[in-house]
């Protein structure tokens, strides 16, 4: 069952939740993830995401294992809303390339784009930005589509 995609915003977002009812997960919100825009007839997000000295790896740029949850929050959230929020993507395959350092200080800026969404798998592509634009980082992402699990 296809059914159309729900736009985000940035209220709702900054009540803690994706969609209306579906919450920002943990990692999200400890990365300091913020709704930059949705274009859900592209399907393309963007997101920036904290990038606090915590983070730093000992080169003084952000961790690559952080870098790749920063991309991985940004499609995924784009993947629920894409499904108008009756799926949730379950990694299958998650694979980065670092490019640049990301940098401490600045946002990082993840823009997400769906690939191909079928039934019952996703393809997705994320790319990190310096605040001049530069691409830091890129990922590709396969994922399961599981229904969202009832909530009690």
Same mark, same amino acid.
């Given at each position: 069952?296809?059914?159309?995609?729900?736009?985000?915003?940035?209220?709702?977002?900054?009540?803690?939740?994706?969609?209306?009812?579906?919450?920002?997960?943990?990692?999200?919100?400890?990365?300091?993830?913020?709704?930059?825009? #949705?274009?859900?007839?592209?399907?393309?997000?963007?997101?920036?995401? %904290?990038?606090?000295? %915590?983070?730093? $790896?000992?080169?003084?740029?952000? $961790?690559?294992?952080?870098?790749?949850?920063?991309?991985?929050?940004?499609?995924?959230?784009?993947?629920?809303?894409?499904?108008?929020?009756?799926?949730?993507?379950?990694?299958?395959?998650? #694979?980065?390339?670092?490019?640049?350092?990301?940098?401490?200080?600045?946002?990082?800026?993840?823009?997400?784009?769906? %690939?191909?969404?079928?039934?019952?798998?996703?393809?997705?592509?994320?790319?990190?930005?310096? %605040? $001049?634009?530069?691409?830091?980082?890129?990922?590709? #992402?396969?994922?399961?589509?599981?229904?969202?699990?009832?909530?009690?």
């Amino acid at each position: 069952m296809r059914s159309e995609p729900i736009q985000m915003n940035a209220e709702t977002w900054a009540t803690g939740q994706v969609l209306e009812g579906f919450p920002i997960a943990a990692i999200s919100v400890m990365l300091g993830a913020r709704l930059e825009s #949705h274009d859900a007839e592209d399907g393309v997000l963007r997101v920036s995401f %904290e990038t606090r000295p %915590e983070f730093a $790896n000992p080169a003084g740029v952000v $961790n690559g294992g952080i870098v790749s949850a920063m991309l991985d929050d940004a499609m995924g959230p784009l993947v629920v809303a894409q499904t108008g929020g009756l799926k949730v993507p379950v990694s299958t395959d998650l #694979h980065t390339s670092f490019l640049k350092g990301v940098p401490i200080g600045p946002r990082c800026l993840v823009e997400a784009r769906i %690939e191909r969404l079928g039934r019952s798998v996703a393809f997705t592509s994320a790319v990190a930005f310096s %605040e $001049n634009g530069d691409v830091l980082a890129k990922a590709v #992402h396969t994922a399961q589509l599981m229904d969202v699990p009832q909530r009690q």
